[in-house]
């Protein structure tokens, strides 16, 4: 089975598509394939479908939304060249299991498990001091990402939560990223990256420190500067906050460094005390 949630929501067994169209049948199957090979209590299915107000008929309408689901894999499953009697069912792959579902992958491929995978390797070549290699790593990582989690799902409590989640861990990544390829003195190729990062997220410091030493790196000191203020207005109209320690000491290092672009040995520790943190 070949699961993607890491944007379009996509299932296939055999190659074929067992992804339905209707609503409430995406949204069971999302939920069972971000948690795939584990069980999904029908307390969690129900609230992901109806909230907190379930309607008195929410058991037999979640059965049928599962009976809906091992329709599409039954008819995926009669594509497998396998004999009759060692082919599994549609229970089989979609289980029901005491309290709840489990959607059994068979070891197939999850997008989710690879990201993983590829980014707690990424992470390990960057505290090894493999840079490069850690960099690539944490790249393959985020290109398994076509969209935002879910896309085309009608998601409820349960998925929106999951969603925040994937969002946090690849937010996470594409800082750590980020920071090997400053270290690797690739700041001129990430200026256009980090502007759009920005742009998206407009009080985010990490990402806009970044952005800060990338602009500066590049000889662009006065845009840098510009950014910084940028950020500290909208979060002191925004949140009422004042920037981060880092987010001020990047701006005094690029203040204190003159008007051409070399940068003080200050701004790597930085990078470097807040790798050791994350």
């Given at each position: ?69 091992r329709e599409l894999i ?159 207005t909208t979060l002191v ?42």
């Open positions: 089975m070949n699961i993607s949630v890491l944007g379009t929501l996509d299932v296939r067994e055999n190659g074929v598509s067992i992804t339905p169209t209707a609503p409430k049948a995406r949204q069971v199957l999302a939920l069972l394939a971000v948690h795939a090979d584990r069980v999904v209590s029908v307390a969690s299915l129900t609230e992901e479908l109806w909230g907190t107000t379930p309607p008195r008929s929410a058991r037999t309408t979640l059965q049928t939304y599962v009976l809906q689901l039954g008819a995926a499953l009669e594509q497998d060249p396998a004999t009759e009697g060692k082919r599994r069912t549609a229970k089989d792959v979609l289980a029901t299991v005491p309290g709840g579902y489990r959607l059994d992958s068979a070891d197939g491929i999850s997008d989710v498990r690879e990201f993983k995978r590829l980014t707690d390797l990424g992470l390990r070549l960057t505290d090894a001091g493999d840079l490069e290699g850690g960099a690539e790593q944490l790249r393959e990582a985020l290109d398994l990402w076509t969209g935002p989690a879910f896309a085309g799902v009608q998601a409820g409590a349960q998925l929106e939560v999951e969603a925040k989640r994937l969002e946090e861990t690849r937010l996470s990544a594409l800082d750590r990223r980020i920071d090997a390829d400053l270290r690797l003195g690739r700041h001129r190729d990430l200026v256009a990256e980090l502007a759009g990062l920005v742009s998206r997220y407009p009080t985010h410091e990490t990402l806009c420190g970044q952005y800060m030493l990338a602009l500066h790196r590049s000889g662009r000191r006065s845009e840098a500067l510009r950014t910084y203020q940028r950020i500290r109209r925004d949140l009422g906050l004042e920037p981060s320690a880092d987010l001020w000491r990047i701006r005094d290092m690029i203040l204190a460094s003159g008007p051409d672009t070399s940068v003080d040995q200050g701004t790597d520790e930085i990078v470097e005390r807040r790798r050791r943190t994350t």
